[in-house]
Antibody, heavy 124, light 111 residues
Framework: QITLKESGPTLVKPTQTLTLTCTFS??????????VGWIRQPPGKALEWLAL???????RYSPSLKSRLTITKDTSKNQVVLTMTNMDPVDTATYYC????????????????WGQGTQVTVSS | QSVLTQPPSASGTPGQRVTISCSGS????????VYWYQQLPGTAPKLLIY???QRPSGVPDRFSGSKSGTSASLAISGLRSEDEADYYC????????????FGGGTKLTVL
């Protein structure tokens, strides 16, 4: 059974750095073709892709947020960490991590398993 | 504003067939697979269609995807009340060193 779970602070202050951890089970991030990505969703709004890291440590970022994002992986711990600097109230959203698998996915835009999401509010 | 354009809303009555469009450009839909996600109220998105027109195991064949040029469509036949959800298209975009695009989402209401 594949599961992903996001963890991190629920409240951050403007200008602070957000660190989110995705802890997963049921697959390995050392398997050829597998990736883990982050997607966010502001309240009542659409999904927005943030970043993805592949099994070979290839990293992809949203062009509009690239300067603020860093994605890393710890294969031994089955974790992927996303940091986002200089947080602003507009970054208030539910943050999801999701797996890019290999059975169905031929693209970085394919996420076949999702975490439940974690709500992050940016406010002073 | 999403580069993949979806109608904000769609509706139908039980048993009807509804179609949701997703319009892009040559650097995304025109040159790459399209993926569709279903997000039921209060839950995480779920992969509904992969590689433009394929269904993952467990997704009813009432759901189908297609693409023509730079536009894609999701069709739902035999509409059911449990299909009421938000639907998102997604595609890789080859510009700016490549990135993922999601559509703005379509809220489907079953009347």
């Amino acid at each position: 059974q594949i599961t992903l779970k996001e963890s991190g602070p629920t409240l951050v202050k403007p200008t602070q750095t957000l660190t989110l951890t995705c802890t997963f089970s049921g697959f390995s991030l050392s398997t050829n073709g597998v990736g883990v990505g982050w997607i966010r969703q502001p309240p009542g709004k659409a999904l927005e892709w943030l970043a993805l890291i592949y099994w070979d440590d290839d990293k992809r970022y949203s062009p509009s947020l690239k300067s603020r994002l860093t994605i890393t992986k710890d294969t031994s711990k089955n974790q992927v960490v996303l940091t986002m600097t200089n947080m602003d109230p507009v970054d208030t959203a539910t943050y999801y991590c999701a797996r890019r698998g290999t059975l169905y996915c031929s693209s970085t835009s394919c996420f076949d398993h999702w975490g439940q999401g974690t709500q992050v509010t940016v406010s002073s | 504003q999403s580069v993949l354009t979806q109608p904000p809303s769609a509706s139908g009555t039980p048993g009807q067939r509804v179609t949701i469009s997703c319009s892009g450009s040559g650097s995304n839909i025109g040159n790459n697979y399209v993926y569709w996600y279903q997000q039921l109220p209060g839950t995480a998105p779920k992969l509904l269609i992969y590689r433009t027109n394929q269904r993952p195991s467990g997704v009813p064949d009432r759901f189908s995807g297609s693409k023509s040029g730079t536009s894609a469509s999701l069709a739902i036949s035999g509409l059911r009340s449990e299909d009421e959800a938000d639907y998102y298209c997604a595609a890789w975009d080859d510009s700016l060193n490549g990135h993922v695009l999601f559509g703005g989402g379509t809220k489907l209401t079953v009347l």
